[in-house]
């Protein structure tokens, strides 16, 4: 059974960093592109930053230069680092696990707040 697990949500004011991991289980992560989304109340699910299986990273225009993903494949997991958050970037962040179809999973969330 394929499970991702994420992990690092929190309470932080803005200017602080958070990092992000999702471990995945059942599931080879070199075999598939890595991402984050995030889903703020009242707006759809967003992609946020992906690193695709040859290791190349994309980003969304918002978190540029703010966001780095990482992926260690030895160890199953992908990371999200977070630096000079904003109150815009308070959403539940999700891990996401995707080749061509059907083999898409996501992990169940893990809410970040950034509020002074």
């Known amino acids: 059974q394929v499970q991702l697990v994420e992990s690092g949500g929190g309470l932080v004011q803005p200017g602080g960093s958070l990092r992000l991991s999702c471990v995945t289980t059942?599931?080879?992560?070199?075999?598939?592109?890595m991402a984050w989304y995030r889903q703020a109340p009242g707006r759809e699910r967003a992609l946020v930053a992906r690193a695709a299986r040859d290791h190349t990273t994309s980003y969304a225009d918002s978190v540029k230069g703010r966001f780095t993903i990482s992926r260690d494949d030895s160890k199953n997991s992908v990371y999200l680092q977070m630096n000079n958050l904003k109150p815009e970037d308070t959403a539940v962040y999700y891990c996401n696990a995707n080749r061509p179809a059907p083999y898409d999973y996501w992990g169940q969330g893990t809410q970040v707040t950034v509020s002074s």
């Open positions: 059942g599931l080879i992560n070199g075999f598939y592109d």
